[in-house]
């Protein structure tokens, strides 16, 4: 598990960089990407501490360092300090104008490729390719309906494979994250490489131990300033695994890519198949110069599995632990939506999943509570800029918007420490206008809830996130019964650095509905 290996590398890393840097000169706070000192700086303790220290405390508390912020500076910008150097936190009021600045001055891109290591991780490669996101946003998004069938067949495969057997008569325990993580893989894996190769357990294992990986290998260069990382990354057996787990997709998958270059291209825009239809067809036809290569196809692959996985697996996870929480009440609400639909004169459809608006209103009150990261809107200037307001943004500056806080904001949010599982739902059917009632919406990104990104730069792969968790829990609210075991409940979650992850120790207790009715 990602998870798991996270305590110990912590530790590990800690009492290196004590050593470290009790030998340094490197303590005074830098601000060493370009922004200007005008900028209050705001810590949860000794802002003149040196960096390693700063760097630790945001590791253990980034959620206390950016609500301090927001609190003091809602309406102006503040600064932090990081290993990699400080980052400048915006304003909302900022938003549209951030959006609409093209990437070739604030890019996206490179902050993430800046936050995930990619020089080490292979992440670098999203700087040199864009063609993954006009593929989700061109080809696989357009055609989520034609897939339905096939990700409902690929759902009751992954369900029968990894979920645990159980009937009516006895709880029996299983861990979620183990569980939901094989099936997100499976589901996610029959979009991204076909109905053959999903179920391989070679791309099974890499695309769920990649990720383990990667984010352990993160974690821990993290904890070390950028001269020292090129160093300790050969020490890390996490590195040298995620190397070997590209390569391991790289021999998976180069014969049916090479393969596939050779065929000629014969699909029109619209051409729907089965058995072609994945990102992996699509790749084939729409590379062109070095994205053309097997290799760098595979690559793309291992990188799209990671974006889709991950987060789908986080937002599986903390939605169980959610409704199974909140108790009775909201779980029976959401079996009555699906009922209902389901004994309505259509039936159940391939469009029946945008009428499940309860179960959509879960999914957004859970990830509002557990995002997979507590920032967002992140840009790498790589111009100076100046806003409309007179703020000069520096070339090289590290910026972002505090989503968490933001969203999280009783100005924005009522009650924001209570989950309220309809609470996006009321406010849907309180709005008579589609596209205004739209913003209430999981896939939405109103200004206010910002963990899909806003503007042209949003997730283009949300609805197809969106499509298949809804399809998971219509088969699991439907056919089975959760609880915790005694004497415990809905697991907090684990915040490292900016990274939010859902607890994966936590076993449940699971048992199937008596006379349960499939749907899908």
Not at 158 to 176: K, Y
Not at 313 to 332: P, S
Not at 429 to 451: G, I
Not at 470 to 493: A, C, G, H, I, W
Request: contains cysteine.
């Amino acid at each position: 598990m990602i998870e798991l290996g996270l305590f110990g590398s912590l530790l590990g890393g800690f009492l290196a960089m004590v050593l470290i840097y009790s030998v340094s000169n490197k303590s005074s706070l830098k601000t060493d990407i370009g922004i200007q000192s005008q900028h209050p700086f705001v810590s949860t303790i000794w802002q003149y501490a040196p960096r390693f220290i700063l760097n630790l405390s945001y590791t253990a508390n980034a959620t206390g360092i950016l609500q301090k912020g927001y609190q003091k500076f809602k309406s102006g910008t503040f600064q932090f300090a990081r290993g990699q150097g400080n980052v400048l936190v915006l304003p909302l009021s900022l938003l549209e104008e951030l959006a609409a600045v093209p990437p070739t001055i604030a890019n996206p891109h490179a902050a993430l490729e800046h936050d995930l290591l990619g020089h080490y991780t292979g992440l670098d490669l999203i700087l040199e390719s864009r063609i993954h996101h006009s593929i989700v946003q061109r080809k696989l998004t357009p055609r989520l309906d034609l897939l339905i069938p096939a990700m409902e067949t690929e759902l009751r495969h992954a369900i029968e494979r990894f979920f645990p057997p159980v009937d009516a008569a006895n709880w029996t325990e299983f861990m979620p994250y183990q569980c939901f993580g094989r099936i997100s893989a499976s589901l996610t894996g029959r979009a991204l490489v076909g109905p053959d190769l999903c179920r391989d357990e070679v791309w099974l294992d890499i695309t769920f131990n990649y990720t383990e990986n990667l984010f352990r290998t993160i974690v821990i260069l993290r904890l070390f300033p950028e001269w020292m990382q090129p160093l300790v990354c050969v020490f890390l057996p996490s590195y040298w695994n995620g190397k070997r787990y590209v390569q391991m997709a790289k021999r998976l998958l180069r014969p049916k890519i090479e393969h596939l270059l050779d065929k000629p291209i014969t699909s029109s825009p619209l051409s729907f198949d089965p058995a072609t239809s994945n990102v992996l067809h699509w790749l084939a036809e729409m590379a062109k110069g070095k994205d053309r290569s097997p290799d760098t196809i595979a690559h793309i692959e291992v990188l799209l599995a990671l974006a889709s996985v991950h987060t789908t697996l986080l937002r599986m996870v903390n939605v169980l632990y959610d409704i199974t929480a909140d108790g009775q009440q909201l779980l029976q609400e959401l079996r009555d939506e699906i009922t209902e639909i389901t004994e309505s004169k259509d039936g159940w459809t391939d469009n029946s999943y945008d009428k499940l608006h309860k179960l959509d209103s879960v999914l957004r009150e859970s990830q509002r509570m557990s995002p997979p990261t507590i920032v967002g809107m992140k840009r790498l200037f790589r111009e100076d800029y100046i806003f409309s307001n007179g703020l000069l943004i520096p070339k090289g500056t590290y910026a972002c918007m505090p989503t968490y806080a933001i969203e999280n904001d009783p100005a924005h949010t009522q009650n924001p420490d209570t989950f309220d599982g309809l609470r996006s739902y009321r406010g849907f059917k309180s709005l008579r206008d589609k596209k205004e009632a739209a913003q209430f919406l999981f896939t939405s990104t109103p200004p206010t809830a910002l963990n899909f990104g806003y503007g042209k730069s949003a997730c283009p792969g949300r609805f197809f996130a969106g499509r298949i968790i809804k399809m998971l829990f219509v088969k699991l609210l439907t056919e089975y019964d959760f609880k915790f075991l005694p004497n415990t409940q809905r697991p907090s979650n684990l915040v490292v650095h900016e990274f939010l992850f859902c607890w994966p120790w936590q076993k449940m207790l699971v048992r199937r509905r008596q006379n349960a009715v499939s749907v899908i």
